[in-house]
């Protein structure tokens, strides 16, 4: 037997050197706790050399720092010293070839300008090295009011494209002025670089706007860096004195700790910076020192602290190893030594104990195994004999099972496999079976289960309606359904019958679900497209016909339209030659034909002809048949289509005959009528486009080549206009190919499709020629007319001068008053209508008067010729822009005099002041109102305009006649008279 204590025991002992073994465990544990313990020590090691070392460069830095803004500060007092000798010359002397600024100059090279400021801040003297800008700085406002605070004023980084970047700095002087230079900022950034005292690092002035002033590196001055938005220029502005120390990135990028310390006396800032890998070098060196302290005192105690527990610990681990294999191997004889009554030793002594009393329990086992083994061998005659019986028996109840597991697996292969569904059922409704095809019409897993745990309710319903109609009449049952699936709803046709046991009995149901969709849908697009074919050829507006491949192409079919010529479908088709005998004469032999090559060819037929109905219209067909072919490719018969295409043929006609007449209308024009398309090219030019360009080859050239080049750039702003919509008319002289030069006029007219898009553009030259001429001749007639009409004004104007010339001789020698007054108001009428001719003859136009200046003339006249009168009168005249013609502003000039005369002598008796209002207003159609009033004594009551009024009032209404008008008068608050009147066209 084997001892059952080996299962237990590894089968080699090199399992101990396994990296878990306990030494290793204890090894490594060892080395944890000396590591921890190093590792705090050198994190306090490591700290306090960092704060000793920051601590150290800190004040280095600040030192730096301080010891840079002192050398800069002494730098400054010697340009102000500089500055202040340049205040104590002579204004004389400061030129850049005066020795004094030689040597100012020489003992400040930093400075490249110098000027002298008078108390007013106007420049007094200048010198320069480079240019003279100084100038034109507007540095002197901030300068002035500095001074009352400070010695020295430094101004912010100045650059320009011609000159090298600078700082102006100044100082008052004696006489109340100010000495000023400009600082070279190159200078500063040497005196920058000298004072650095290490090869890496950098070292900066910043002013307090931010902007690096100077730099140890120029580049940063040049492209006017600034320190604004940087966290470390908030952190040096908000320290204590602007001392300040800390660690960041700087302009180039680096991690860098700086110092800073502010320049006495100016607003600058000295900036000092380090690189943090040369600052912490201490700190590394101490943390490589620590780290290799650890490793090497570590790899000392692993060794002395590993000899030692192999001494005490491993050597009594091993034989104590060693003895527990054996006794697992089955040398239950065998004892552990033991050295020491330790632990170990108590272990060993334990397990030499177990092992005695496994040896005493191995005897026991081995005698009673010998026991049964005698058992064992009686017992196996007896069952061998017993197998024999057996054995046959199993044979054949095997072959049975064989041809039983043959037959289920036919079964079952049929069952799983069949692409239909196949179900079996209890009595009771219940599945006991469903192969895949059935499992896509089932929503569960039916097995066990009855249709209303299975299916919808209403297909439930139907299943057990068939199951009862299977068990109550014992005949099969077929229902068609649809039933809802994963590739949808599907229709199935199931079929239903009784399954019977070996006895005959009914022991359940059999069913069969076949999926007939895609014979139903086939069924039905079918029966649709047959529905919308018969529709379609029935309402189509063509005869469909179907014909026999036979001499005659006998009717087979012909579609209801048939109507169209008089015949029913049943007359066409019964009568094979009725078709040819209603074609015209003159197409039959060619349609004939036409049907003849078809039934021998196969190919396409497409004719066009004339047919005769039934009561002889004659109407116009076009068909359209192709030949059907079987499955075989054997022609079976014709298929075609006649559509009526009378109305086209009338309108082709009618069109042909309109082209015709727009073709004759167009040649017979006397204008040139051509279409150009959008590429530029003639599509139609009529017959006198042709005998201009003397040619009748236009059709299909561009434009150019027609044109010529120089014609063409001269009308391409016009053609670029028309074809990008908009029509164009425009004057054009030029000498045509026929050899005549002629005025014309051009319009393009753009052709815009459907949608809008530019086709082309129809062109219209209209000779001018003859008609400028004429134009000339009327011009040149009309201008000497125009000359005659003003000489006719003229001398009109001349002779009623000389008439009112003689009126006033006449009074002059006249000394009764009355006769005086009437030569008087006749020479006033007369130079009114002597100013119209005046005017006339004075105008461009001489036809109409401008009323405007024409009433302003005469009432002025008026108030002269009655000065004394008109002394205490004002006089207010409001005429609109208006143009009257000579028939209308004569008697308007009259009434005008009229009306005025007679207020100046009568509405304002014994030198009476008032107003006299004059105007004329333009209404609404054509009519003017015209208004004379006064605020003088008025109107008596009892003159009458038209019987008891004076000769002037007798005239104003003869004058009112004349014009047609309507005349009011107001007699409230003075005179007023109204009238109303209206241009004769």
Same mark, same amino acid.
């Given at each position: 037997?084997?001892?059952?204590?080996?299962?237990?025991?590894?089968?080699?002992?090199?399992?101990?050197?396994?990296?878990?073994?306990?030494?290793?465990?204890?090894?490594?544990?060892?080395?944890?706790?000396?590591?921890?313990?190093?590792?705090?020590?050198?994190?306090?090691?490591?700290?306090?050399?960092?704060?000793?070392?920051?601590?150290?460069?800190?004040?280095?830095?600040?030192?730096?720092?301080?010891?840079?803004?002192?050398?800069?500060?002494?730098?400054?007092?010697?340009?102000?010293?500089?500055?202040?000798?340049?205040?104590?010359?002579?204004?004389?002397?400061?030129?850049?070839?005066?020795?004094?600024?030689?040597?100012?100059?020489?003992?400040?090279?930093?400075?490249?300008?110098?000027?002298?400021?008078?108390?007013?801040?106007?420049?007094?003297?200048?010198?320069?090295?480079?240019?003279?800008?100084?100038?034109?700085?507007?540095?002197?406002?901030?300068?002035?009011?500095?001074?009352?605070?400070?010695?020295?004023?430094?101004?912010?980084?100045?650059?320009?494209?011609?000159?090298?970047?600078?700082?102006?700095?100044?100082?008052?002087?004696?006489?109340?002025?100010?000495?000023?230079?400009?600082?070279?900022?190159?200078?500063?950034?040497?005196?920058?670089?000298?004072?650095?005292?290490?090869?890496?690092?950098?070292?900066?002035?910043?002013?307090?706007?931010?902007?690096?002033?100077?730099?140890?590196?120029?580049?940063?001055?040049?492209?006017?860096?600034?320190?604004?938005?940087?966290?470390?220029?908030?952190?040096?502005?908000?320290?204590?004195?602007?001392?300040?120390?800390?660690?960041?990135?700087?302009?180039?990028?680096?991690?860098?700790?700086?110092?800073?310390?502010?320049?006495?006396?100016?607003?600058?800032?000295?900036?000092?910076?380090?690189?943090?890998?040369?600052?912490?070098?201490?700190?590394?060196?101490?943390?490589?020192?620590?780290?290799?302290?650890?490793?090497?005192?570590?790899?000392?105690?692993?060794?002395?602290?590993?000899?030692?527990?192999?001494?005490?610990?491993?050597?009594?681990?091993?034989?104590?190893?060693?003895?527990?294999?054996?006794?697992?191997?089955?040398?239950?004889?065998?004892?552990?030594?033991?050295?020491?009554?330790?632990?170990?030793?108590?272990?060993?002594?334990?397990?030499?104990?177990?092992?005695?009393?496994?040896?005493?329990?191995?005897?026991?086992?081995?005698?009673?195994?010998?026991?049964?083994?005698?058992?064992?061998?009686?017992?196996?005659?007896?069952?061998?004999?017993?197998?024999?019986?057996?054995?046959?028996?199993?044979?054949?109840?095997?072959?049975?099972?064989?041809?039983?597991?043959?037959?289920?697996?036919?079964?079952?292969?049929?069952?799983?496999?069949?692409?239909?569904?196949?179900?079996?059922?209890?009595?009771?409704?219940?599945?006991?079976?469903?192969?895949?095809?059935?499992?896509?019409?089932?929503?569960?897993?039916?097995?066990?289960?009855?249709?209303?745990?299975?299916?919808?309710?209403?297909?439930?319903?139907?299943?057990?309606?068939?199951?009862?109609?299977?068990?109550?009449?014992?005949?099969?049952?077929?229902?068609?359904?649809?039933?809802?699936?994963?590739?949808?709803?599907?229709?199935?046709?199931?079929?239903?019958?009784?399954?019977?046991?070996?006895?005959?009995?009914?022991?359940?149901?059999?069913?069969?679900?076949?999926?007939?969709?895609?014979?139903?849908?086939?069924?039905?697009?079918?029966?649709?497209?047959?529905?919308?074919?018969?529709?379609?050829?029935?309402?189509?507006?063509?005869?469909?016909?179907?014909?026999?491949?036979?001499?005659?192409?006998?009717?087979?079919?012909?579609?209801?339209?048939?109507?169209?010529?008089?015949?029913?479908?049943?007359?066409?088709?019964?009568?094979?030659?009725?078709?040819?005998?209603?074609?015209?004469?003159?197409?039959?032999?060619?349609?004939?034909?036409?049907?003849?090559?078809?039934?021998?060819?196969?190919?396409?037929?497409?004719?066009?002809?004339?047919?005769?109905?039934?009561?002889?219209?004659?109407?116009?067909?076009?068909?359209?048949?192709?030949?059907?072919?079987?499955?075989?490719?054997?022609?079976?018969?014709?298929?075609?289509?006649?559509?009526?295409?009378?109305?086209?043929?009338?309108?082709?006609?009618?069109?042909?005959?309109?082209?015709?007449?727009?073709?004759?209308?167009?040649?017979?024009?006397?204008?040139?009528?051509?279409? #150009?398309?959008?590429?530029?090219?003639?599509?139609?030019?009529?017959?006198?486009?042709?005998?201009?360009?003397?040619?009748?080859? #236009?059709?299909? +050239?561009?434009?150019?080549?027609?044109?010529?080049?120089?014609?063409?750039?001269?009308?391409?702003?016009?053609?670029?206009?028309?074809?990008?919509?908009?029509?164009?008319?425009?004057?054009?002289?030029?000498?045509?190919?026929?050899?005549?030069?002629?005025?014309?006029?051009?319009?393009?007219?753009?052709?815009?499709?459907?949608?809008?898009?530019?086709?082309?553009?129809?062109?219209?030259?209209?000779?001018?020629?003859?008609?400028?001429?004429?134009?000339?001749?009327?011009?040149?007639?009309?201008?000497?007319?125009?000359?005659?009409?003003?000489?006719?004004?003229?001398?009109? +104007?001349?002779?009623?001068?000389?008439?009112?010339?003689?009126?006033?001789?006449?009074?002059?020698?006249?000394?009764?008053?009355?006769?005086?007054?009437?030569?008087?108001?006749?020479?006033?009428?007369?130079?009114?209508?002597?100013?119209?001719?005046?005017?006339?003859?004075?105008? +461009?136009?001489?036809?109409?008067?401008?009323?405007?200046?024409?009433?302003?003339?005469?009432?002025?006249?008026?108030?002269?010729?009655y000065a004394a009168q008109a002394s205490g009168i004002q006089l207010y005249v409001k005429v609109d822009n208006v143009q009257l013609g000579i028939d209308t502003a004569m008697p308007c000039g009259l009434i005008i005099n009229e009306l005025l005369s007679n207020a100046l002598k009568h509405a304002f008796p014994a030198g009476r002041c008032g107003e006299i209002h004059v105007g004329l207003r333009c209404e609404p159609e054509g009519h003017y109102v015209l208004v004379v009033r006064d605020t003088g004594v008025g109107i008596p009551p009892e003159v009458d305009l038209q019987k008891n009024a004076s000769l002037g009032l007798q005239l104003v209404h003869t004058l009112v006649k004349q014009l047609d008008a309507n005349i009011e008068i107001h007699r409230a608050a003075g005179a007023e008279f109204r009238i109303c009147f209206a241009e004769p066209h």
């Amino acid at each position: 037997m084997a001892n059952p204590l080996r299962a237990t025991v590894p089968s080699s002992p090199m399992y101990v050197r396994h990296r878990y073994s306990l030494r290793w465990r204890l090894l490594i544990l060892l080395g944890l706790l000396f590591l921890t313990a190093f590792l705090l020590v050198g994190a306090g090691i490591d700290r306090f050399v960092e704060n000793a070392e920051e601590q150290l460069w800190e004040e280095r830095q600040g030192e730096a720092s301080r010891y840079v803004a002192e050398t800069v500060v002494q730098f400054l007092g010697h340009l102000r010293l500089s500055l202040a000798l340049l205040g104590g010359l002579d204004a004389k002397e400061i030129h850049i070839d005066s020795p004094a600024v030689q040597s100012l100059l020489v003992s400040a090279p930093a400075l490249l300008e110098v000027a002298l400021l008078g108390p007013d801040g106007q420049v007094v003297a200048a010198a320069h090295l480079d240019k003279a800008l100084l100038a034109a700085q507007p540095w002197l406002g901030a300068a002035q009011p500095a001074h009352n605070t400070m010695d020295i004023f430094l101004g912010g980084l100045e650059q320009t494209l011609t000159a090298q970047p600078y700082v102006v700095i100044t100082t008052p002087t004696e006489t109340g002025g100010l000495a000023a230079a400009r600082l070279s900022v190159a200078a500063l950034s040497d005196l920058l670089d000298r004072l650095h005292k290490t090869d890496v690092g950098h070292t900066y002035i910043v002013a307090d706007d931010g902007r690096i002033v100077a730099h140890s590196d120029p580049d940063l001055v040049t492209t006017a860096s600034r320190m604004t938005g940087r966290p470390e220029w908030a952190a040096m502005l908000a320290a204590p004195d602007r001392i300040w120390y800390g660690h960041y990135v700087n302009f180039q990028g680096l991690e860098v700790v700086g110092g800073t310390a502010p320049v006495a006396g100016a607003d600058w800032l000295v900036v000092t910076e380090a690189p943090q890998e040369l600052t912490y070098v201490m700190r590394t060196r101490a943390r490589q020192l620590v780290v290799g302290s650890t490793i090497l005192f570590g790899l000392m105690v692993m060794v002395v602290g590993g000899f030692f527990l192999h001494r005490m610990l491993l050597l009594p681990l091993t034989s104590l190893r060693t003895g527990v294999e054996r006794i697992g191997h089955g040398d239950l004889e065998y004892r552990i030594p033991t050295a020491s009554w330790n632990e170990l030793g108590q272990l060993a002594l334990a397990i030499n104990q177990m092992a005695a009393r496994l040896a005493d329990r191995e005897q026991a086992l081995r005698k009673t195994s010998d026991e049964l083994e005698v058992r064992v061998h009686e017992r196996t005659a007896a069952l061998a004999a017993a197998n024999e019986d057996l054995r046959a028996e199993v044979e054949v109840r095997r072959a049975a099972e064989e041809a039983l597991r043959e037959s289920e697996l036919r079964y079952r292969t049929l069952f799983e496999t069949a692409p239909v569904g196949i179900f079996t059922k209890t009595l009771d409704g219940r599945y006991t079976s469903a192969n895949p095809a059935d499992q896509l019409y089932l929503p569960r897993n039916p097995h066990a289960r009855a249709d209303h745990a299975v299916l919808t309710l209403e297909q439930a319903l139907i299943d057990e309606e068939t199951d009862r109609q299977v068990l109550e009449k014992g005949e099969s049952v077929v229902v068609e359904q649809e039933l809802p699936t994963d590739k949808g709803l599907r229709t199935v046709l199931t079929y239903k019958a009784l399954l019977h046991d070996t006895s005959g009995n009914a022991a359940g149901i059999l069913g069969v679900d076949l999926d007939i969709t895609e014979w139903r849908q086939a069924e039905l697009a079918l029966r649709e497209t047959e529905i919308r074919y018969r529709t379609l050829v029935e309402q189509l507006p063509a005869i469909t016909y179907t014909a026999a491949l036979d001499r005659f192409a006998s009717m087979i079919y012909v579609s209801p339209q048939i109507s169209r010529l008089g015949f029913s479908a049943a007359e066409w088709v019964a009568d094979p030659g009725l078709f040819a005998r209603q074609l015209h004469p003159d197409d039959q032999e060619r349609v004939v034909a036409a049907m003849a090559q078809l039934c021998a060819t196969g190919e396409p037929l497409q004719i066009e002809y004339r047919i005769y109905t039934c009561d002889r219209r004659l109407l116009w067909m076009s068909d359209q048949a192709i030949v059907i072919y079987n499955q075989s490719g054997r022609p079976i018969q014709i298929q075609g289509m006649m559509f009526d295409i009378t109305q086209r043929k009338e309108a082709e006609e009618a069109l042909h005959d309109s082209v015709r007449r727009i073709r004759l209308i167009a040649d017979n024009v006397p204008a040139l009528i051509a279409y #150009i398309d959008d590429q530029e090219i003639y599509r139609f030019a009529n017959r006198k486009f042709q005998e201009w360009y003397a040619t009748n080859d #236009i059709v299909g +050239k561009h434009l150019k080549e027609i044109a010529g080049e120089r014609q063409y750039q001269a009308i391409r702003n016009y053609v670029d206009t028309a074809l990008s919509g908009s029509p164009i008319t425009f004057d054009y002289t030029r000498t045509y190919p026929d050899g005549r030069r002629r005025f014309v006029e051009i319009a393009y007219i753009p052709h815009f499709a459907a949608e809008g898009q530019v086709l082309g553009f129809f062109t219209l030259v209209q000779d001018l020629t003859e008609r400028k001429v004429a134009e000339e001749q009327i011009k040149a007639s009309l201008e000497e007319k125009v000359l005659l009409i003003k000489e006719i004004h003229h001398r009109v +104007k001349n002779n009623l001068q000389v008439i009112s010339s003689l009126l006033y001789l006449q009074a002059e020698q006249i000394t009764d008053p009355r006769v005086r007054t009437i030569l008087q108001d006749s020479q006033n009428r007369v130079k009114s209508m002597a100013l119209i001719h005046e005017k006339l003859y004075q105008a +461009k136009d001489q036809v109409r008067v401008d009323v405007a200046e024409y009433i302003q003339n005469l009432t002025g006249y008026l108030f002269r010729s009655y000065a004394a009168q008109a002394s205490g009168i004002q006089l207010y005249v409001k005429v609109d822009n208006v143009q009257l013609g000579i028939d209308t502003a004569m008697p308007c000039g009259l009434i005008i005099n009229e009306l005025l005369s007679n207020a100046l002598k009568h509405a304002f008796p014994a030198g009476r002041c008032g107003e006299i209002h004059v105007g004329l207003r333009c209404e609404p159609e054509g009519h003017y109102v015209l208004v004379v009033r006064d605020t003088g004594v008025g109107i008596p009551p009892e003159v009458d305009l038209q019987k008891n009024a004076s000769l002037g009032l007798q005239l104003v209404h003869t004058l009112v006649k004349q014009l047609d008008a309507n005349i009011e008068i107001h007699r409230a608050a003075g005179a007023e008279f109204r009238i109303c009147f209206a241009e004769p066209h």
